[in-house]
């Protein structure tokens, strides 16, 4: 079954750091670009970032460019958001998802998603 | 770049039909064929309904479908059921610097 399955969220304090893990099963990890994708509490979906599929290509919502990186390890079929100066408005949910389509723009497997909570 | 614009809810009785509409401008939904829709339950992860304007992917029900007509992009739910009753959010590719925006969200309710 094609699966993503994040991991690293937890509780951390403003202005500082985490990294997001997505381990990828049962797909050709090296064929797709992929997304992260985030929903703070009791709000929408809002774009993160993306990678395409050698990890060459990079893109960032502005709210978190300069603070957070995306990366990928094809090797290990995982995907990673490194998170710095971290901000209370950055508490969400963060979703790892797979893009199709022209530019990759929709996402058909979603993770079951990974809880970041910043405060003090 | 401004998320895209949703009714906040909608509702309907089961076997009746509703429409979500999503409103955009030409940099994003107008411009592009490239919309999508995705329904979340509460405590799920979202579930992809509806890409490329109009085509369903395999496991869809054909109860759902899609349209658009100039910045504004429709999903169209017919004969609802109670497990519609969820979050419908869609989505598009856009020329801005983000390259991709979601919309604000639209909770439907089955009465």
């Known amino acids: 079954e094609v699966q993503l399955v994040e991991s690293g969220g937890g509780l951390v304090q403003p202005g500082g750091s985490l990294r997001l893990s997505c381990a990828v099963f049962?797909?050709?990890?090296?064929?797709?670009?992929m997304h992260w994708v985030r929903q703070a509490p009791g709000k929408g979906l809002v774009w993160v970032s993306r990678i395409n599929s050698d990890g060459s290509s990079t893109s960032y919502a502005d709210s978190v460019k300069g603070r957070f990186t995306i990366s990928r390890d094809n090797a290990k079929n995982t995907l990673y958001l490194q998170m710095n100066s971290l901000r209370a408005e950055d508490t969400a949910v963060y979703y790892c998802?797979?893009?199709?389509?022209?530019?990759?723009?929709?996402?058909?497997?979603w993770g079951k998603g990974t809880t970041v909570t910043v405060s003090s | 770049q401004s998320a895209l614009t949703q009714p906040a809810s909608v509702s309907g009785s089961p076997g009746q039909s509703i429409t979500i509409s999503c409103t955009g401008t030409s940099s994003d939904v107008g411009g592009y064929n490239y919309v999508s829709w995705y329904q979340q339950h509460p405590g799920n992860a979202p579930k992809l309904m509806i890409y490329?304007?109009?085509k369903r992917p395999s496991g869809v029900s054909n109860r759902f479908s899609g349209s658009k007509s100039g910045n504004t992009a429709s999903l169209t739910i017919s004969g609802l059921q109670a497990e519609d009753e969820a979050y419908y959010y869609c989505s598009s590719y856009t020329s801005s610097s983000t390259l991709y925006v979601f919309g604000t969200g639209t909770k439907v309710t089955v009465l």
């Open positions: 490329d304007v109009d």
């Open positions: 998802a797979r893009g199709l389509g022209a530019y990759y723009y929709y996402i058909d497997v």
């Open positions: 049962e797909f050709t990890f090296t064929n797709y670009w």
